[in-house]
Each structure stands twice: as C-alpha cells, then as structure tokens.
C-alpha cells in the first residue's frame, strides 16, 4: 500500500485497515513459524504498511 492511497483513506477506515494488517501479520508471523512461507518478504512488507498508516495516523492527530 502506498502512501498517496493511505492519505485518501478517511480515519476510520484507516483504523479498520490498520487492525486487518495487524491481525494479517500475526496469522503470516505464526504461519511462517510452523512451516516457512515461500516468500518470507512478505512479512516485511505487512509490517512496513502497518508503520506506515500508524505514521499517518499519528500526523493526523498532530494536526487536529
């Protein structure tokens, strides 16, 4: 997910998506752990996505 697409995206919805990505990291953590996933990046990359709408997140409420 890229930034321009995280700005377009209202508060709430934010905060949806960002509990989806966590809970989606969570499941990909423990599945790689039982049996390792064919792309182990993938990880790295739900996580990036997780920091980055925390990010825009947090630039929200600095600016309210």
Same mark, same amino acid.
């Given at each position: 997910?890229?930034?321009?697409?995280?700005? /377009?995206?209202?508060? #709430?919805?934010?905060?949806? !998506?960002?509990?989806?990505?966590?809970? *989606?990291?969570?499941?990909?953590?423990?599945?790689?752990?039982?049996?390792?996933? /064919?792309?182990?990046? #993938?990880?790295?990359?739900? !996580?990036?996505?997780?920091?980055?709408? *925390?990010?825009?997140?947090?630039?929200?409420?600095?600016?309210?």
């Amino acid at each position: 997910m890229k930034n321009e697409e995280i700005r /377009e995206l209202d508060t #709430k919805e934010l905060e949806e !998506r960002l509990e989806a990505e966590v809970a *989606k990291y969570t499941q990909m953590k423990l599945n790689h752990a039982i049996t390792p996933l /064919e792309d182990p990046s #993938k990880i790295k990359k739900v !996580r990036r996505d997780i920091a980055r709408m *925390k990010t825009e997140l947090h630039q929200r409420e600095l600016n309210k």
